[in-house]
């Protein structure tokens, strides 16, 4: 017994009027006590006195007694064995409802010695006559192999499980189905029983059949744990993938979002077999109007829709091409949902709608909201990019813009500016003396480092080029290393441009790079730049001015094997956060490997020295940052003693989890970083600083290292650009 | 895996309420209150913060989790979520479940639901399994196994008779027995009766040239059945092609709406949502039919064809250290009454010293003003403005607004010396009752399998959301 509380006080009251003569007494003393524990009181002393209670009549007297075990099982073990006659004898009861309170409590109590009485009733229980308690018990069950699987296997629940498919009743279908998936993920997580198992849960193709009968008559959860299978279902040819297509199909008209997406998920991982295009096509047409009703919901399924839009879009950007206007934000729409939306809007953009978008930004861009507004100008930008024709007009709007003098709009106008004028050199030339004019606004090293870059490029067409860039060769050692790199180039290009009247400034800055700038970075490159330049001028310009690819928006801002891999993900946490499921949940942490896998399978075209360069930028990356935590460098050896190229793809082309083996499951930051990496860009290299080829590139890349990307976070972003954009192929032949 | 469980919170922040948890370590419903409580004062605006939080770790060896969380009333419920699961089925059952208890104890607040903790514990354990499996979430299966807090029960009890011994008896088909899992089986009403509610939401951007960017009217079609037995209803209607993007309640059967558009169902006991539907304008319809290989912005143009109830014109002047602004307002709507419209505008940060004249114009409603003189007090015959403080609003309530009729404010107000950088834009709500901008209307409605002749009541309702700037 345990010590009981002292004859005064709360506990005391309640235990003698639990104990007393009057039912009704009694029942409000129970409600007294769980009031008392939800307000994290401990009653747990009240134990032998709640205990005696269980035997009612009234069920809901009996539901709160259960709730009170519920809670206090786990502390008192040996005195929830006194309550095992009554739960079994419960399990027996005439009422339905009162025998699965009793089998679904005991599934929950998760003590060892009750769960040796379960067995038993859950055997009855689970051939009930009444559908209610069938379907309790078959959760039971999953229940019962969290907590010791060979129970299960030992009394042949699996078989009956999988027998209960075929139940009459459809709720019981789902929840079977539910409890098997329960069963098969937990079985599979443990990579002992997987391999020699060939997987608790197989749906063959009669079960398939079932299932689609189930999912037009169970309720709203049931429907989407019935989904969730079907999306599992390896389709055995195209007939059978139609087939379940159109079966899913009609639930798209559900009320319930989650069903919804779910319907969604399974026709995004069956259509890949479909092969009638038309078919295909009138598919893809259902699946817009389901999402835009989403649009009308709270916000925060607002966002999840908007965020599963974002990645259809990505693969099959025909499906709202006429629906823009739905996205326009409203002043009252939270930031998250309005970022989303101008994301979409862009997305969408076409030569048809760009005005109406135009003008909207432009609206935007007025608002209070730094992030955005900063958001909005970006857009306009990418619009520009994006739409040729509509080049000119965006422009405008990027003056009207600079015209207002609010110093973060002009700053990101300005970074803007700068990918136009990469995607059109020599267009916009008129331009250039608004935009110095705003010289004295910038303070952000990005605005500074653009503004610079226009400069240098433009240094033949803009006459007092060499005073501008003075301003910053004198300020040079106090600005940052971006702005620095940046003066650097536009001098040296400003100096192969006007060789004669700027001799002197070029042999200044490389003189303060070289010898005041604490910077390596900053150091090699005006090194390279003064053996370029003394050795041979007409190399030198075939580097510093050599042409650049034109830079275009990616219609992709993921890979596309990770992409194909969200999209059979679509409704999950993975296609909300843009990542495979591994960087955030799951045993292991996602090593280099993984992550490289999906890099590599993305970038089949990718030559061997980016693949190398990656990996050698993540590897420095991840070295630095264990250098910090005072770590050793074995993993970091480890990775590198991989194969690269061919054989590395061959290796990796595994399931992600073997690749988490491989790379061993350690709690090493190594592997946090990359994974943080990994969600923009498997293969980019991520400090285009560290690696010196890279920082040559950025003489060029610098300019596409701007954030023409299409969502956040945009550093990483970028990097895919300057990646994908950096001519390294000719700035080898150089070396 | 999937729904971890939900925990209320009160608006300072503390769980009041929380399921089991009971196959997580005892820290884990905590983790997710630290990091809603901590997420939240970071926001730039409360109701900022990501929907989706999340939650790192606590132990090394256990797995990242995901706070999913929506405000209702006074309170945030929150639902901790582990694996990779689907963050709308989080929050539809959040919705499921707030529906729920508004069925239960009407308007919901902190306090309400403190007083009926054992009836909240009851529906907690019964709607969601600690698996994280949802069960049930019908209120007409839930009406039976839990029983709602009415003020007869507490009567009953107090008296001393066993109320309970419906749910007590294991005879008589009992809860779960109905082969529809919506509807409970054996219901008998001595009235019959069946009511429809369409309500329709309007949400409009308009630009400062009064031209409307993007319309879009959103309808429900809400019912109330109390029929006996087991009745299948046809409802069809004479002009189903204003409606689109439907999503049906279960009982719908969707092989029939897609052969005549008709709703043919069984429907479930009590308050239920239909269908949720968007109105087009018939114009889209015919142009889509006529110029279906025009441009697509002709067919664009034609979507946006909702006439907007009310015209605004607003001439904001800004100053240094201020600015005054002028809102007229005119009624565009043929012969129905606006209520509740209230107009907000947001005046920047540190916005104070506001000065309105709210007045009625002579515009047109004199027939309207003859007709409510005799109701409205002084209050509501010019309109009222208020500011608030804490969202640095000017409010401008119209109780009542008839049919062309056409109101005024006036006013100025301060900025700190930053200069004043108001939202452009004014955030217009208001309601119509017995009006629909769809005007669907139900031809009839047949109930076949049952011999009763319901009573049947057919209801409109309009509320808008528009957005107008300058």
């Known amino acids: 017994m345990s010590v009981r509380a002292p004859r005064k006080g709360e506990n005391y009251e309640l235990s003698v009027d639990l104990n007393s003569g009057y039912a009704d007494k009694r029942k409000d003393a129970i409600k007294r006590v769980i009031a008392s524990m939800t307000v994290g009181k401990d009653v747990s002393g009240l134990f032998p006195d709640v205990l005696k209670n269980m035997q009612t009549d009234d069920l809901e007297q009996k539901k709160l007694v259960y709730l009170y075990l519920m809670n206090y099982a786990k502390t008192q073990p040996e005195l929830v064995i006194l309550a095992v006659n009554t739960f079994v004898k419960d399990a027996d009861d005439p009422n339905p409802l009162v025998r699965a309170l009793a089998i679904r409590t005991m599934g929950v109590l998760r003590a060892e010695k009750i769960i040796d009485y379960l067995c038993d009733p859950l055997q009855k229980c689970l051939r009930d006559e009444n559908p209610y308690v069938r379907k309790t018990a078959a959760l039971c069950v999953a229940k019962l192999y969290d907590l010791k699987p060979e129970l299960v296997i030992e009394n042949g629940f699996l078989s009956q499980l999988r027998d209960m498919i075929a139940d009459s009743n459809p709720m019981v279908v789902a929840n079977t189905v539910a409890a098997l998936t329960d069963i098969h993920i937990a079985a599979s997580a443990q990579p002992s029983s997987s391999t020699s198992d060939p997987g608790i849960f197989v749906i063959s193709a009669s079960i398939l059949n079932k299932l689609l009968i189930a999912l037009n008559e169970c309720s709203e959860w049931g429907r989407v744990a019935i989904l969730n299978a079907l999306a599992r279902y390896v389709a055995q040819d195209e007939k059978e993938s139609e087939h379940i297509c159109e079966r899913v199909v009609p639930q798209f008209q559900h009320a319930n979002g989650g069903v919804v997406l779910a319907a969604m998920k399974v026709i995004m991982i069956h259509i890949r077999g479909v092969r009638r295009e038309e078919l295909a096509k009138q598919l893809v047409r259902k699946m817009a109007p389901p999402l835009v009703t989403l649009l009308s919901s709270p916000p925060e399924v607002q966002w999840v829709a908007l965020r599963n839009i974002n990645l259809l879009l990505q693969k099959r950007p025909e499906i709202l091409s006429s629906e823009m206007r739905v996205f326009f934000c409203k002043y009252n729409d939270p930031l998250y949902v309005k970022i989303e939306k101008v994301d979409i809007m862009v997305r969408l953009a076409g030569e048809n709608n760009v005005d109406a978008l135009l003008s909207e930004l432009k609206e935007y861009a007025s608002e209070v909201d730094v992030d955005f507004v900063r958001k909005s100008v970006k857009a306009i930008g990418q619009t520009a990019v994006k739409i040729d024709a509509a080049a000119d007009r965006c422009v405008n709007v990027l003056l009207e813009l600079i015209g207002t003098r609010v110093s973060y709009v002009v700053q990101e106008a300005v970074v803007v500016m700068k990918d136009i004028f990469r995607k059109y050199p020599s267009t916009y030339e008129g331009v250039i003396p608004t935009l110095c004019s705003n010289l004295d606004e910038l303070d952000e090293p990005e605005a500074k480092a653009s503004l610079i870059w226009i400069i240098g490029e433009y240094a033949n067409k803009i006459d007092n080029a060499d005073d501008l860039l003075n301003i910053f060769v004198e300020s040079f050692v106090e600005e940052s290393y971006a702005v620095q790199l940046q003066t650097l180039t536009a001098v040296v290009k400003l100096f192969l441009k006007k060789p004669d009247s700027s001799q002197a400034i070029v042999q200044l800055v490389l003189d303060k790079a070289t010898k005041d700038c604490d910077s390596p970075d900053v150091r090699d490159r005006a090194y390279i730049y003064w053996r370029l330049l003394s050795t041979d001028p007409g190399a030198a310009k075939a580097v510093v001015l050599s042409y650049r690819p034109p830079i275009s928006i990616p219609r992709t801002t993921v890979a596309p094997a990770l992409l194909e891999e969200l999209l059979g993900e679509v409704s999950n946490l993975s296609s909300v956060y843009h990542k495979p499921a591994e960087t955030f949940v799951g045993v292991g942490r996602v090593g280099v490997d993984s992550v490289q896998q999906k890099g590599t399978h993305a970038s089949a075209s990718f030559t061997e020295d980016d693949r190398f360069s990656a990996k050698k930028a993540l590897q420095t990356v991840a070295a630095g940052q264990q250098a910090e935590n005072l770590l050793d460098f074995g993993d970091d050896e480890a990775t590198d003693g991989q194969p690269t190229g061919l054989a590395a793809t061959d290796i990796l082309a595994q399931t992600p989890a073997a690749a988490n083996l491989m790379s061993g499951t350690s709690s090493n930051p190594l592997d946090d970083l990359v994974s943080i990496f990994g969600s923009a860009s498997m293969a980019a290299p991520t400090t285009a600083p560290v690696d010196p080829m890279a920082a040559f590139g950025g003489g060029f890349g610098g300019a596409a290292l701007s954030p023409t990307a299409v969502s956040p976070p945009p550093t990483q972003r970028q990097q895919v650009q300057a990646q994908t954009q950096q001519p390294q192929e000719d700035l080898l032949g150089l070396f | ?470």
């Open chain 2, 1 to 470: 895996m999937a729904i971890d469980g939900l925990i209320i919170l009160d608006n300072t922040g503390r769980p009041i309420i929380q399921s089991g948890f009971r196959s997580t370590s005892a820290a884990y419903p905590m983790l997710h209150v630290d990091a809603f409580n901590n997420a939240l004062p970071k926001s730039h605006r409360s109701g900022d913060i990501d929907p989706v939080i999340y939650v790192p770790p606590y132990n090394v060896a256990d797995s990242p989790s995901a706070c999913c969380h929506v405000e209702c009333a006074d309170m945030r419920i929150l639902c901790p979520v582990s694996g990779d699961v689907d963050p709308l089925f989080a929050f539809a059952f959040l919705q499921t479940f707030i529906d729920i208890l508004r069925e239960y104890f009407g308007a919901l607040s902190a306090a309400t639901l403190k007083d009926n903790f054992d009836v909240v514990y009851q529906l907690l354990e019964e709607t969601l399994d600690a698996g994280g499996h949802p069960l049930t979430t019908s209120p007409n299966a839930l009406r039976d196994i839990v029983l709602p807090p009415s003020l007869l029960s507490k009567l009953l009890s107090v008296a001393g008779a066993n109320l309970n011994s419906t749910i007590n008896s294991g005879s008589g088909g009992g809860p779960f027995s109905s082969p529809i899992p919506w509807r409970k089986a054996g219901l008998r009403y001595n009235s019959n009766e069946i009511y429809f509610d369409m309500v329709e939401d309007l949400t409009a951007i308009v630009n400062k040239h009064g031209t409307t960017l993007s319309c879009s009217v959103w309808g429900k079609i809400e019912t109330n059945a109390k029929l006996s037995g087991t009745p299948d209803c046809l409802l069809t209607f004479t002009n189903p092609h204003v409606i689109t993007d439907c999503a049906f309640h279960p009982c719908i059967r969707l092989q029939r709406w897609k052969r005549d558009s008709s709703m043919s169902f069984v429907p479930p006991d009590g308050h239920f949502t239909l269908a949720e539907y968007r109105y087009t304008p018939t114009a889209t319809a015919t142009s889509a039919r006529f110029i279906s290989t025009g441009p697509p912005s002709a067919a664009l143009a034609a979507k946006e064809n909702i006439p907007i109830p009310f015209l605004l014109k607003p001439t904001v002047e800004l100053t240094d250290s201020g600015g005054t602004f002028e809102f007229k307002l005119t009624s565009r709507m043929p012969s129905q009454t606006m209520e509740a419209l209230v107009a907000e505008m947001y005046l920047g940060e540190g916005a104070g010293g506001v000065k309105c004249v709210a007045s009625r114009g002579d515009g047109g409603g004199n027939l309207g003003r003859r007709a409510h003189d005799t109701m409205s007090t002084g209050g509501s015959a010019t309109g009222s403005w208020t500011f608030d403080a804490k969202k640095m609003a000017v409010r401008w309530e119209l109780p009542v607004v008839p049919p062309s009729s056409v109101w005024l404010l006036r006013g100025s107000f301060t900025s700190p010396s930053s200069g004043p950088r108001p939202a452009h834009a004014l955030q217009v709500r208001f309601t119509v009752p017995s009006y629909t901008f769809s005007s669907l209307k139900i031809d009839q409605l047949k109930v076949t399998g049952e011999t009763y002749k319901p009573y049947k009541g057919v209801r409109g309702k309009t509320s808008g959301n528009v957005e107008w700037r300058w």
